[in-house]
């Protein structure tokens, strides 16, 4: 098996070339190879791969990918596949300019996060728009010793960034972090219809995230509910799912 062996800012990996996609890249395979005793030893490994060649379907948001030749096969050090990393797309970029691949200062490489343009700088510097940071609300992590608390954020692969005291040397990571991701939200909508003098008031909720209803119930009561603070949470008789929602009070009893 031929490889390379590159890193960016020291983040480290296993570069396996394989133009017409004849790998069986196994997670076995892909954690010996990382393995720093036993094997090469890397963050991870980046398999070079046509996208025509790459043998399995991407994900609707991802098929821009599909107008770049080259396609990077990113998997983490434990085998597992990723959509995306930063500086695994630099160095393969730069493996491609290396080895003949390319010929052009500014090109595509293919991710399972679709196209990413990558611009080599006049100083040999690899340069690559990551696309635009998506913010996806609050989690937490349960770590050895603690459970830290923080933003879920996504450029092309889930990251959860949280606010540590102390120094960062100090955060105990013997044991791998523990994190449920929570669905992806932005804060609630709300609007209002008049009031009518009879009937009761029922809570139409639809998900702004998916276009369909999510719940409605009726009120306790023949009044209005409160108005919600903007921002917060609802104090209508509907419970509410953890997503993005439109809401509506309306007077006739049916949504």
Sequence with gaps: MRFAKGHGTEND??????????????????RLLCDRRAGIGGDGVLRVVRTRALGEALAPAARTAERAEWFMDYR??????AEMCGNGVRVFARYLLHAG????????VGT????????????GDVTVDMGRVEMQG????????????????SVGNPHLACEVEGPVA???????????RRPSRRAPTWRSTPRSRRG????????AA????????PASSPRRPPRPRPGGAPRGPCVFPAESASCSWTPTGRV
């Design 210 to 217: 998916r276009g369909r209803p999510v719940r409605a119930g």
């Design 13 to 30: 990996f296993v570069i396996l070339p394989d133009p017409d996609g004849e790998f069986d890249l196994t997670e076995g395979t892909v």
């Design 76 to 81: 983490n050090a434990d085998g597992t596949v």
């Design 200 to 207: 009761s008031w029922r809570c139409a909720c639809t998900s």
């Design 138 to 153: 609050a989690s937490s992590a349960k770590l050895a010793r603690q459970v830290v608390h923080g933003a879920q954020i």
């Design 170 to 180: 100090e955060v105990d990571l013997t044991r791998a972090p523990s994190w449920t």
């Design 112 to 123: 399972r996060d679709g196209a990413k343009e990558v611009r080599i700088e006049a100083s």
């Design 101 to 108: 691949l390319v010929e052009r200062d500014r090109f595509e």
